[in-house]
């Protein structure tokens, strides 16, 4: 594991858009959020740059990624949205361009796919959380999602419990292992390619947005026929927002779940904050993780160093 190092108050943090074009106006509002966390913004070159539902040219967006991890004035990158586009870029990516210059990498959805790659690649620590248009510059952006970002400036220990939300269990159990996943549909989508996301004695952590359950269903088939599902030592349901179904007779999520997970052989749980919802509760991506249906908790080793 490589852990990248800490922010501190007048570091420059760089901000692109692999995949979507961000809304400019939210964009800068979420900048003003970080000059108050005594940061300094640095903006991709093409990050006004569109091309249909991408921010840019392939060419560009990865420019952009990699004008910032070369950049000795750029300690994190912190990507401005997701959407679709990122896995794009994943086999034109320098890793060792990364390996070498080793900084913090901030983002979630569509960002999952640099996630699996990277670490896979270069074996980073990369951190699942809140994007600068998508979320910080929106009007009901939180407190308590903002605080997460405190765990970039000093080495901080998650605890997850019942105090921030409500958590079921599936499996009892406890176990632990290295947090990898995010965005469910994302995850799918590396399979059969060389960034096919690898769980086996991971902590599986999974999310989505507008997935109805049965396409759920259909992608934790297809992990679980991929042999992702029975290598994971435990799974972390994170949150799967606006998932009612507008097909008759549907199964409710809860039921796909309990087909899936009801009989694991590692402790499952839901009712994580982690995903496309506030509070966002952020995450470092393989750090080492402990989930404990005993004690309905998931503590996580810090991010940085």
């Known amino acids: 594991m490589i852990h990248p190092i800490r922010l501190q108050k007048g570091d420059t943090i760089g901000v692109t858009a692999p995949a979507g074009p961000p809304d400019q106006e939210k964009l800068q509002r979420a900048i003003a959020f970080f000059n108050e966390m005594g940061l300094r913004v640095k903006l991709g070159r093409n990050i006004k740059q569109t091309r249909g539902f991408l921010a840019g040219t392939d060419e560009e967006r990865l420019s952009d990624l990699h004008d910032m991890i070369i950049d000795p004035e750029v300690k994190a990158i912190i990507f401005a949205r997701g959407g679709y586009g990122t896995g794009r870029l994943a086999d034109c990516i320098d890793y060792e361009l990364i390996r070498q210059n080793p900084k913090i990498i901030w983002g979630y959805s569509d960002i999952t796919y640099l996630h699996t790659a990277i670490h896979q690649q270069t074996g980073l620590i990369t951190f699942h959380g809140p994007m600068l248009a998508s979320d910080i510059g929106k009007s009901d952006f939180d407190q308590f999602s903002a605080q997460l970002f405190r ?47 690898e769980t086996t004695g991971k902590l599986l952590l999974l999310e989505d947005i507008g997935e109805e359950p049965y396409r759920i269903d259909g992608m934790l088939n297809q992990l679980r026929l991929a042999g992702k599902l029975c290598g994971a030592h435990g799974i972390v349901l994170g949150d799967f927002s606006e998932v009612n179904s507008k097909v008759n007779s549907s199964l409710t999520l809860d039921e796909v779940f309990t087909d899936y997970f009801s009989d694991f052989h590692g402790p499952v749980m839901s009712g994580f904050k982690i995903g496309h919802c506030f509070p966002h509760f952020s995450v470092p991506l393989g750090v080492w993780a402990k989930l404990s249906t005993i004690e309905k908790r998931l503590r996580i080793e810090p991010g940085v160093k």
């Open 151 to 197: 765990q970039l400036f000093t080495p901080t220990q998650l605890d997850y419990s019942e105090v921030i939300s409500p958590l079921k269990v599936y499996t009892a159990g406890e176990t632990v292992g290295q947090l990898v996943g995010g965005n469910l549909s994302l995850l799918v989508s590396t399979l059969g390619t060389p960034y096919e996301v």
